[in-house]
Structure formats: structure tokens, C-alpha cells
């Protein structure tokens, strides 16, 4: 028996969901952007309530550990973290891009043979991104790209690839092959946690409550606002 908390805050999606033996039971989540610091603690607590369900009465937090926004990262780790404490709980830390190949590879049919390719948007033409199989398992690690003209060319000879995310749509002018399609309108969500922290929970795979950091990816650099500027 398995009761995880899961949290996504990695981009402008604010997604928590409660999961019981690797099966979704409750869920509150919104697509307006950077509602994170206002509504991710108020969605755990009314998620709590309306399933009368208590910090003690779960097996583990899982929280989404990037790529991604720096800020939504920072709060939802910070906040996972702390009902991990408080409760005593192993903390769990999924990897924002398998969990978002996962959500669009199980619940469509592809050619075997066919890649996934999840984009976060990095700001310009550049993403967070990694390949994955459709067994979700990485074959191309997770960098910071900045695509153009030449991006992919030699892995879209060899096979379709599925490309999706906030990133991706800014990429489809750009990535041209006969095996490139794009999926419009897929967001990072919690749902797409539950098979992945119920496998993490089942072998152990926790990570350290008090020392462990989000994957950033790159370092975060603050910037003036214009009007501050003489």
C-alpha cells in the first residue's frame, strides 16, 4: 500500500495530484501561469481535506525536480521538502521531461521504433530538452538546446520523433523532417508523475530531504528591471 503526494511546478503549471498504489485518486491543478507561490500550498491543503487525508497518512512526497523555471522549481521543491519533514516521509524526485515523455508515449499507439521528445521552453529559441524510447527510457540526455535549421537532422533520418511541450511549438518553423511531428497543447502535469513515483517508491529510489537541490540545468541570473534602471 502506497499513498504519494505528487507535485509539478516546473513551469507555468501548477499540478498537484494524491496517488494510491500507483493509481490517481484526487487532483487540483491550473494552466494560469505563475500562480505557484499563491495556490500550490492551498491546493495541498484543500486536496488533504476533500479526501479526508492527513500529512501522517502518507508513504511518500514526490516532486518534480526539473528542468524548468527556476522560481517554480524552488517552490515546489521548498514544499515538498517540508511536508517530507514534517511527516517523517522519503522524498521522491522525478525527472520533469521522463514524466512528461511518459504522459504523451502511454496514451497514444506509435510505431516502435519512435522517439519522444519533451521541450520545456528556455526563453528564445533555446529548450530544455532529452529523447526517450518508447519504453521511456532516455536515449538522448537532457541538455539545453538552442534550435535552428540543423537541429536533430541526424536522429530524424533514422526515425520519427515526436516533439511536445511549452518549448516545442516555437520549434516547428525551424525542426523540418517528414519524421517530425508535433503534438500541440501538451503541459507538465502531476498525473504524469504517479507511474513513476510509485515505481520510485516500490525500489527505495529516495533522495536526501535535507540536502537535495533542484536540477536547474543552468544557473539562474537575476535581471534588473527596466524601470529600476538611471
Known sequence: MSLILNIESATEICSISIASNGELIA???????QQHAKLLTVFIDELFKENSISIKELDAV??????????GLRIGVSAAKGIAY?????????????????????????????W??????????????????????????????????????????????????????KCMASIQSPNAHFIKEIRCSS????????????????????????????????TIPRKNIF
Open 27 to 33: 487532483l487540483k491543478e491550473t494552466t494560469e501561469s
Open 62 to 71: 514526490a516532486v518534480s525536480k526539473g528542468p524548468g523555471s527556476y522560481t
Open 86 to 114: 514534517a511527516g517523517g516521509l522519503p522524498l521522491i524526485a522525478i525527472s520533469t521531461l521522463q514524466a512528461l515523455a511518459l504522459g504523451v508515449s502511454k496514451n497514444q499507439e506509435f510505431e516502435k521504433n519512435t
Open 116 to 169: 519522444f521528445c519533451p521541450m520545456i521552453d528556455a526563453r528564445r529559441m533555446e529548450v530544455y530538452t532529452a529523447f526517450y524510447d518508447s519504453e521511456n527510457k532516455i536515449q538522448k540526455e537532457i541538455s539545453a538546446d538552442i534550435i535552428d535549421g540543423n537541429s536533430y537532422q541526424d536522429i530524424l533520418r533514422d526515425r520519427k520523433i515526436i516533439f511536445f511541450g511549452n518549448g516545442a511549438e
Open 191 to 222: 498525473t504524469q508523475m504517479v507511474e513513476l513515483s510509485y515505481k520510485a517508491f516500490s525500489n527505495k529510489d529516495f533522495v536526501d530531504v535535507a540536502y537535495f537541490e533542484p536540477f536547474y540545468l543552468k544557473d539562474f541570473i537575476a
